[in-house]
């Protein structure tokens, strides 16, 4: 399976994404994954009602700003209020196998994880996320595949890494087993995407 290439427009809100997920690494764990659960939902919904990407992260701000205002006390009401405004009905679209973002998550998740683990299966799971395509039970999945086989992984690892000259290979191992999760959760939601739900 190949993944299709990133558009500029995705690469721009990658970007963005990976930045706040650096800037915000102080913040409490709880707080900062509310902060970047909410920035993707903002911008996922900013994006269905076909806003330009590059406009949303201008309107967004600075990611070191977002942060700041999360130290002061919570994360800024405005990035909330799109969740609270539905957007205007659209005619319901007849089943699809998704569309860019949706193909970007399944290719993080996959081919990202091989070349950038760690980063890109948390890109594509954030951008899973605040998709459409997928009921929260898959959306579930995925994350508990990623996440569960990264700290399966981490576990593994340290064993292995307990015995004499074997850190390379708890390395090659956590990499595998990590990878290994992340890559079933992709296929997980590109199955769904190629066999949609009903409208």
């Known amino acids: ?92 679209p007849a089943p699809t196998a998704g569309g860019g973002v949706e193909y970007t998550a399944v290719g993080l998740l996959t081919a990202g994880a091989l070349v950038l683990p760690g980063i890109a299966p948390v890109a594509g799971l954030l951008l899973s996320t605040g998709s459409q395509h997928w009921t929260p039970a898959q959306k579930t999945m995925a994350w508990t595949l990623t996440v569960g086989s990264g700290a399966a992984g981490l576990a593994f690892a340290l064993i292995v890494a307990a015995l004499p000259g074997s850190a390379a290979v708890a390395m090659v ?10 890559i079933a959760a992709g296929a997980t939601l590109m199955n769904a995407l190629r066999h949609p739900r009903p409208a």
């Open 1 to 92: 399976m190949t993944s299709a290439p990133l558009a500029h427009t995705d690469t721009l809100v990658l970007d963005y994404l990976a930045a706040l997920w650096a800037q915000s690494e102080d913040l409490d764990p709880g707080l900062r994954d509310d902060l970047m659960t909410t920035v993707a939902d903002y911008i996922a919904v900013r994006r269905r009602g076909l806003d330009d990407p590059a406009e949303i992260i201008r309107r967004l701000g600075p990611p070191e700003s977002l942060v700041a205002a999360c130290h002061r006390g919570a994360i800024p009401v405005h990035l909330r209020l799109p969740a609270l405004i539905a957007p205007p009905p659209a005619p319901a």
């Open 173 to 182: 191992m956590l990499y595998l087993v990590a990878s290994a999760g992340s």
